[in-house]
């Protein structure tokens, strides 16, 4: 059997590992466009602003160390153009070559990913506007960062990666502004709705965030960036862009082999991973997942659900039946000094989902307060009135927020009440841990009288 997988950052990889696990003797070919496989870009930020030791490798496998570790065969600089799941052929173009080629596979797993969202305005392509995915444009800010006298820097978007790049250029000492229509961080997929914790550090650490949208970005008569301009009219002088605005699934090869897309525009998949095409299966960014709280199939571009997505299709794709059950959302970032942690829905979420939700917010200390380390933690539990199934919950503070979060994932995904967690649930005491009744305990037993 030979299988190809498309894309080689963070579902691929894991894909194409599994499915050689499973099926020792399969030829597994890895395709790759850019120039390397498996990297760690979530610590791209830390790289960047100086956390990480420069040149810490962020590259986790080689394309050498998963040949001769997992019997994967990883060709990077190979675009695959073309996709014809009917004929079992795929169209590859080696770009060190310039030479294309067609190969025969029994089966396909689609590993595409998503590419960074741009602004779409004027102005967009001068020198020192950047966005924010894989090594080469790590490469890139950091040669300009090293090689030009930037001061200031605007960064487009408040979102997880837009406050840690923000967070990234005040290490380095550099003046950095947020813009954000939203007027705060962290607006949509984070959602610190019920906090101000984190939007008080960010102004504590003089970064001023803007609502504002930017309109067009201006270069001086060399092509590099001078300033950007707002929808206030407003003109923002700077020598360096981040544009962090989302992403979006890349799914032009599915697409054109006539593959089914779904409501969010990257491919649907059943909960074996398998495509609406016969012997093609995807993962990762480029795929819709279904969400616990309401059963919707969203995109949801993290590398935890990338690689859980990769084992299901591998699995599939070789024969072993498994199954993607919905995930519940757990995503966390620390900047500033300040740790946010969310799992499932936020209550804007769950009403635009058309639950009838009710959010409960408490404020507690991390530790018994005889500590004085001990520091508040906002907690707010959304939860299904009638019923008081946890939809979702959001803590945010400046030590044990994010990893106290996670006790929601189980309960989130299966669905379980808050009265499960005031009451039946003994979660950790111990004094410079935590409190003797815990923050998430203080806010479910709220939320059972709410
Ligand atoms: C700065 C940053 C920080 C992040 N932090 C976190 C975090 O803290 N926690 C978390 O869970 N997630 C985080 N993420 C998200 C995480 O990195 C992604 O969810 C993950 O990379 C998705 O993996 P993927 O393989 O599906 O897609 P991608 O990483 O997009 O990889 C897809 C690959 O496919 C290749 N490709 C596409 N089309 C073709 C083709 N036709 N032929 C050949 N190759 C092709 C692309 O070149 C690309 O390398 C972060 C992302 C960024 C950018």
Redesign the pocket.
Known sequence: MRIAV???????PAAAAEAKRQAPDATVVL????PH?S?G??E??YLIGGRLEPGTDLVVLTPDEIRRTRGVDARVR????ALDPGRGRLTVEALHFGSTTEEPFDRFIL??????RRLGVDGEDAAGVFT???LVDTHAILRWLDTEPVRHVVVVGGG??GL??AEAMRERGLRATILDPNGRVLGNTVACEASDLMNEAVAAAGVAVRAERVTAILADDDGRVRAVRTDRGELVGCQMVVVSVG?EP?V??AQAAGIRLGDRGGVAVDDQMRTSARRVWA????VEIPRAPDGRRVLW??????RRT?RVAARNATGTADRFRPFAGA???RAFGVEVGSVGLSLAQAEDAGLDAVATDVRHLSRTAAFPEASPIDVRLVTERGTGRLLGGQLVGAEGAALRSDVLVPLVARGATVRELAEDLDLLYNPPLAPAVDPLKVAASRAMRD
């Open positions: 498309i894309g080689g950052l963070a579902a691929g395709f790759e466009e850019g496989i990297v870009t979530c791209i930020p190979h675009r695959v153009t590993a595409t990913g998503a590419r960074a924010v995915r894989n997880y990666i840690e790049m992403v890349r032009e090869l993962c990762g960014d480029v571009p993290l590398a935890t659900t990338a990769a995503v966390g970032v």
